[in-house]
């Protein structure tokens, strides 16, 4: 049986500029987490961003936006998961996938970090053994332009796919709260992919 998740930590970058990118996938997860859980963001400098608390005691789930930049995402994770004892397994981070179409959702335990260089940092100062929920932002098809991607918008088809894809996880989340990580992960890994 897996651990329960007591904190999840969506990557993104900061800033009005980068709201609306692919790269912020994670991000809008986790504001639409807040607004299902009706709990607000704070800024929480100790963690080096935005924290929001779940339900009380030893129920307790954080969920947390660093406001790092994506590629020092560890920066924040490592003070929370000192501070409130929390061990890798533990942990749930949300990020965009380029391996994945756009609209498409998985849950995964532990790993590699896939190129992924906010997942690269985590690694770097938690190790691997944390949980994943990728969401699918699609490839250009060229490496070369993997940097434009994912610092890019959306067109409004993928918009609408990404969104239906995060409704879809925060369906599995409630079922991982309520049921354990494997009902949530076969629920959503085994949902249609788009298209």
């Known amino acids: ?12 970058n900061p800033g009005a500029d980068h709201e609306r990118d692919r790269h912020n996938a994670g991000f ?6 807040a607004r299902r859980w009706r709990v607000s963001f704070a800024p929480e400098k100790r963690f080096k ?3 929001a608390r779940v339900g009380a005691g030893p129920e307790t789930l954080w969920l947390l ?9 560890g920066e924040a994770i490592q003070p929370l998961c000192a501070f409130h004892k929390i061990a890798a397994p533990q942990i749930l981070v949300v990020h965009d996938e380029l391996d994945l179409p756009a609209g498409t959702a998985r ?3 532990s790993g590699g970090h896939g190129g992924h260089n ?41 918009q609408i796919a990404i969104d239906a894809a995060i409704d879809a996880a925060l369906e599995a989340i409630d079922t991982i709260r ?18």
């Open 28 to 33: 809008w997860l986790a504001d639409a987490l």
């Open 49 to 51: 961003g935005e924290l």
């Open 178 to 195: 309520e049921r354990g990580w494997n009902r949530g992960a076969q629920q959503l890994n085994s949902r249609k992919q788009p298209g």
């Open 65 to 73: 936006k660093p406001m790092t930049f994506m590629n020092v995402s």
């Open 118 to 158: 906010g997942l690269r940092d985590i690694h770097r100062v938690i190790g691997s053994q944390y949980k994943r929920l990728r969401i699918g932002v699609g490839h250009p098809g060229d490496s070369a332009g993997v940097l434009a991607h994912v610092l890019g918008k959306p067109s409004a088809d993928d």
């Open 1 to 12: 049986m897996s651990e329960a998740i007591r904190a999840i930590v969506a990557l993104g």
């Open 107 to 109: 849950l995964k335990e």
